[in-house]
């Protein structure tokens, strides 16, 4: 962008200065928009001509806030407090006229102006706390001074944007559509004079006990739904000052607290996620011009747990879906598995009685694979066994119409070879979803050395389609996440031999900012699933016959997990709280003492972190090495959208370059060594580990070099 290039465009008319905002995508309020602001204020002041001033949008948004690019370069002035308070110091009256959505800055534009007129089907927000900061341009000051305490707390503790309907003190008046904003402009506008100046910031405030008490409340939740997070309580803070100090001292008390936010790993971490989300879409394996295939009708093989969830996926964003199951029965129990579903999303008001109905109207059953033979998408989720999918594959080759896209939902097997045995490999995708599939929000989208661009980007653009995250990657075993998952739950199992407790383990994790420990998230998906993919590894793990042995003797004895109701733990009837089980630890001596491993008590909560966290972050440096994974701020997404991953915490590469890369070389070789022959087996940093070391490069700056190679 040229410095002379227009992004906020000035036009006098009858009296009226309208201030048009045009920096594409989403009128972020870069230097250079600030700086034009800021002038385009001062000329429409000057102008004796000018009885009123209009601020709007030439784009479909108003404006998405500060330009967050700029948040790791030196503040510049302009800085957009100076620039909001001079609008509403202005000695005009200022409309902001939203024909789009307004977030962050955008809104507190808005806020800084005397009046707001807004399309009525709009929404506003104030996600910041998004970002790990709060709104710096007095949003905090000016929100309550417009809404109530308990709307302005809502809005700014959880980011959460609003319908503009629910804000009618905010907006002055609201329009049925752009023709009758631009109707209201015309003949409001025109009507105002200078007397008519109405600054946000003289409407008064004060503490009275029914909103000391809101504030309370917010402060108990955030401290037990936030924690780990820092923002949010000092977005209360902020909230707080309007009802406590002066507007002038209350701007200085948000600006403290928003600079307090901005110097925090938390903001640093939820930030570098704000563009990796983004940054998943962009992979070299296509750009604009390559073609895509429409998909307008699916098919999924498979009305099991998996294959239901898929199917909802698609019935949700109103794509017919046909499901398919060889025996009747089965496909009876998926459908009604999937209206149970729905129901229980009916019941807890997140769709209406008609949506239930609407989607489950999207749905064709069927028994006979002929019905899939004109889908744009056939999605394979049967028996996860090589020879069984191999044999749907084959059906589906010979029934799909050509140009279909086949996929598969495997999570383990090596898709090349369900590709081999079709005649068109070039159109065989995976497509991973998490368990349970039609709420987890990541898709890992798995491209074979055959796959074609189209294909690939077909599928990029559907999973944002039926509001999934697409992350592409590779063929290996586990592909990108469940791949980084095995050292990690390795480590667990042989601390466990070593003598730490399955629940000590666990809190050490969840004290990180997990949502669960790797012993409880094994027993709720089933120790059986390991154990199977371990029977079927065993050239792999021959060398060690250490590996994950008390699982293995659970899982003998049935303990298979909460749905055993026993595992690594115990389970009461009905209840998913984990009680620990004494005769595990009594497994684990033994096992301990015949595979001749000493055990410890001098086990630190640092070794168990170290040990889990750091070897699932050498194995996604590894990935990156191989190729499989296309960067580390992709690995990054996987873990936060398929693991829980705390995103104050920004994903495992980037949480690496918190902790630096030589202290995570340094913690890899010490613990190495410490583990002697193990150690030598399973804790060797990973040549790029090793290189970033050297060179003092964090994963992020090897990404930009990448980037630009
Ligand atoms: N700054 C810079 N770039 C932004 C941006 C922003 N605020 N918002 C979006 N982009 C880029 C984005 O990276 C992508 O780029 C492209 O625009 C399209 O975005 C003082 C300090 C508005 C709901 O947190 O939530 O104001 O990948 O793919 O799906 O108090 O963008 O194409 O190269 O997301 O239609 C507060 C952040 C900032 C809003 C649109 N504002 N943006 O979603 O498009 S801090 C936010 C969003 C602030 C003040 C504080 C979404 C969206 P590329 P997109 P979308």
């Given at each position: 962008?040229?410095?002379?290039?227009?992004?906020?465009?000035?036009?006098?008319?009858n009296?009226?200065?309208?201030?048009?905002?045009n920096?594409?995508?989403?009128?972020?309020?870069?230097?250079?928009?600030?700086?034009?602001?800021q002038?385009?204020?001062e000329?429409?002041?000057?102008?004796?001509s000018?009885?009123?001033?209009?601020?709007?949008s030439?784009?479909?948004?108003?404006?998405a806030?500060?330009?967050?690019?700029?948040?790791?370069?030196?503040?510049?002035?302009?800085?957009?407090?100076?620039?909001?308070?001079a609008?509403?110091?202005?000695?005009?009256?200022?409309?902001?006229?939203?024909?789009?959505?307004?977030?962050?800055?955008?809104?507190?534009?808005?806020?800084?102006?005397h009046?707001?007129?807004?399309?009525?089907?709009?929404?506003?927000?104030?996600?910041?706390?998004?970002?790990?900061?709060?709104?710096?341009?007095?949003?905090?000051?000016?929100?309550?001074?417009?809404?109530?305490?308990?709307?302005?707390?809502?809005?700014?503790?959880?980011?959460?944007?609003?319908?503009?309907?629910e804000?009618?003190?905010?907006?002055?008046?609201?329009?049925?559509?752009?023709?009758h904003?631009?109707?209201?402009?015309?003949?409001y506008?025109?009507?105002?004079?200078?007397?008519?100046?109405?600054?946000?910031?003289?409407?008064?405030?004060?503490?009275?006990?029914?909103?000391?008490?809101v504030?309370?409340q917010?402060?108990?939740?955030?401290?037990?739904?936030?924690?780990?997070?820092?923002?949010?309580?000092?977005?209360?803070?902020?909230?707080?000052?309007?009802?406590?100090?002066?507007?002038?001292?209350?701007?200085?008390?948000?600006?403290?607290l928003?600079?307090?936010c901005?110097?925090?790993?938390?903001?640093?971490?939820?930030?570098?996620?704000?563009f990796?989300?983004?940054?998943?879409s962009?992979?070299?394996?296509f750009?604009?011009?390559?073609?895509?295939?429409?998909?307008?009708?699916?098919?999924?093989?498979?009305?099991?747990?998996m294959?239901?969830?898929?199917?909802?996926?698609?019935?949700?964003?109103?794509i017919?879906?046909t499901?398919?199951?060889?025996?009747?029965?089965?496909?009876?129990?998926?459908?009604?598995?999937?209206?149970?579903?729905?129901?229980?999303?009916?019941?807890?008001?997140?769709i209406?009685?008609?949506?239930?109905?609407?989607?489950?109207?999207?749905?064709?059953?069927?028994?006979?694979?002929?019905?899939?033979?004109?889908?744009?998408l056939?999605?394979?989720?049967?028996?996860e066994?090589?020879?069984v999918?191999?044999?749907?594959?084959?059906?589906?080759?010979?029934v799909?119409?050509?140009?279909?896209?086949?996929?598969?939902?495997?999570?383990?097997?090596?898709?090349?070879?369900?590709?081999?045995?079709?005649?068109?490999?070039?159109?065989?995708?995976?497509l991973?979803?998490?368990?349970?599939?039609?709420?987890?929000?990541?898709?890992?989208?798995?491209?074979?050395?055959?796959?074609?661009?189209?294909?690939?980007?077909?599928?990029?653009?559907?999973?944002?389609?039926?509001?999934?995250?697409?992350?592409?990657?590779?063929v290996?075993?586990?592909f990108?996440?469940n791949?980084?998952?095995?050292?990690?739950?390795?480590?667990?199992?042989?601390?466990?031999?070593?003598?730490?407790?399955?629940?000590?383990?666990?809190?050490?994790?969840?004290?990180?900012g997990?949502?669960?420990?790797?012993?409880?998230?094994?027993?709720?998906?089933g120790?059986?699933?390991?154990?199977?993919?371990?029977?079927?590894r065993?050239?792999?793990?021959a060398?060690d016959?250490?590996?994950?042995?008390v699982?293995?003797?659970?899982?003998?004895?049935?303990?298979?997990?909460?749905?055993?109701g026993?595992?690594?733990?115990?389970?009461?009837?009905?209840?998913?709280?984990?009680?620990?089980d004494?005769?595990?630890?009594?497994?684990?001596?033994?096992?301990?003492q015949?595979?001749?491993?000493?055990?410890?008590?001098?086990?630190?909560?640092?070794?168990?972190?170290?040990?889990?966290?750091?070897?699932?972050?050498?194995?996604?440096?590894?990935?990156?090495?191989?190729?499989?994974?296309?960067?580390?701020?992709?690995?990054?997404?996987?873990?936060?959208?398929?693991?829980g991953?705390?995103?104050?915490?920004?994903?495992?590469?980037?949480?690496?370059?918190?902790?630096g890369?030589?202290?995570?070389?340094?913690?890899l070789?010490?613990?190495?060594?410490?583990?002697?022959?193990?150690?030598?087996?399973?804790?060797?940093?990973s040549?790029?580990?090793?290189?970033?070391?050297?060179?003092?490069?964090?994963?992020?700056a090897?990404?930009?070099?990448?980037?630009?190679?």
């Amino acid at each position: 962008m040229t410095e002379s290039q227009v992004l906020v465009s000035y036009r006098v008319e009858n009296g009226i200065a309208t201030f048009t905002l045009n920096n594409a995508p989403v009128n972020a309020l870069s230097l250079a928009v600030r700086t034009q602001l800021q002038e385009n204020l001062e000329q429409a002041v000057n102008d004796a001509s000018v009885t009123a001033i209009v601020i709007t949008s030439a784009l479909p948004m108003f404006s998405a806030g500060a330009d967050i690019s700029e948040f790791s370069d030196a503040p510049q002035s302009p800085m957009l407090p100076d620039v909001l308070n001079a609008i509403e110091q202005a000695p005009k009256p200022v409309v902001a006229v939203l024909p789009g959505p307004a977030f962050g800055g955008g809104l507190e534009l808005a806020l800084a102006c005397h009046y707001r007129i807004s399309v009525a089907d709009n929404k506003v927000g104030l996600p910041e706390v998004n970002l790990g900061i709060l709104p710096g341009a007095g949003g905090t000051q000016r929100l309550p001074r417009l809404a109530s305490a308990v709307t302005a707390l809502e809005m700014i503790v959880t980011g959460k944007p609003r319908p503009v309907l629910e804000l009618k003190g905010v907006f002055d008046k609201l329009a049925d559509n752009q023709q009758h904003l631009a109707d209201i402009v015309s003949d409001y506008i025109g009507t105002l004079s200078a007397s008519d100046v109405r600054p946000t910031c003289e409407n008064s405030l004060s503490m009275d006990q029914q909103t000391q008490a809101v504030f309370e409340q917010y402060q108990t939740g955030v401290e037990k739904k936030m924690k780990g997070f820092f923002a949010p309580a000092q977005c209360i803070e902020a909230v707080k000052a309007a009802f406590t100090l002066p507007f002038a001292q209350g701007l200085k008390r948000e600006q403290e607290l928003f600079m307090a936010c901005m110097d925090t790993p938390q903001a640093r971490a939820q930030q570098h996620f704000f563009f990796a989300e983004r940054a998943a879409s962009h992979v070299s394996d296509f750009d604009k011009t390559t073609e895509t295939r429409a998909i307008k009708s699916v098919a999924v093989i498979g009305a099991g747990t998996m294959g239901g969830g898929i199917a909802m996926n698609f019935a949700n964003a109103g794509i017919p879906v046909t499901l398919v199951e060889r025996e009747q029965s089965a496909l009876d129990k998926g459908l009604s598995v999937i209206r149970k579903n729905y129901e229980s999303s009916m019941r807890k008001g997140r769709i209406s009685e008609g949506d239930v109905e609407q989607r489950m109207a999207m749905l064709s059953p069927a028994t006979d694979m002929s019905a899939i033979n004109d889908a744009d998408l056939v999605i394979e989720a049967v028996f996860e066994k090589l020879e069984v999918k191999q044999a749907v594959f084959e059906q589906m080759d010979a029934v799909c119409k050509r140009g279909a896209i086949l996929a598969t939902n495997t999570s383990t097997l090596d898709i090349n070879q369900i590709a081999a045995v079709t005649s068109r490999p070039s159109d065989v995708i995976g497509l991973h979803f998490f368990s349970p599939a039609n709420v987890m929000k990541l898709l890992e989208v798995v491209k074979t050395s055959d796959t074609s661009a189209d294909v690939i980007k077909s599928c990029m653009q559907m999973a944002k389609r039926i509001k999934k995250v697409p992350v592409l990657v590779g063929v290996c075993f586990g592909f990108v996440g469940n791949r980084m998952l095995e050292p990690y739950a390795r480590e667990a199992n042989r601390l466990l031999l070593e003598g730490a407790t399955p629940e000590r383990i666990d809190r050490v994790i969840t004290d990180f900012g997990m949502p669960m420990g790797p012993f409880t998230m094994g027993d709720m998906a089933g120790l059986d699933i390991g154990y199977f993919v371990r029977q079927s590894r065993q050239q792999a793990i021959a060398h060690d016959p250490s590996y994950a042995v008390v699982s293995d003797r659970l899982v003998e004895q049935g303990r298979v997990g909460l749905k055993a109701g026993k595992g690594v733990y115990l389970y009461e009837e009905g209840s998913r709280v984990p009680i620990p089980d004494p005769a595990v630890l009594d497994i684990a001596r033994e096992e301990a003492q015949r595979l001749g491993i000493a055990q410890r008590e001098d086990i630190s909560d640092e070794e168990i972190l170290v040990r889990c966290l750091y070897t699932l972050i050498n194995e996604g440096a590894q990935i990156l090495e191989e190729g499989i994974a296309d960067k580390p701020s992709d690995i990054d997404v996987i873990y936060v959208y398929g693991y829980g991953f705390p995103v104050y915490r920004g994903g495992p590469m980037h949480y690496a370059d918190e902790i630096g890369p030589a202290t995570l070389l340094e913690r890899l070789e010490h613990y190495q060594k410490a583990c002697g022959e193990y150690g030598s087996m399973w804790l060797t940093a990973s040549d790029l580990v090793k290189k970033l070391a050297a060179e003092n490069k964090t994963f992020g700056a090897y990404q930009k070099e990448q980037s630009h190679a």
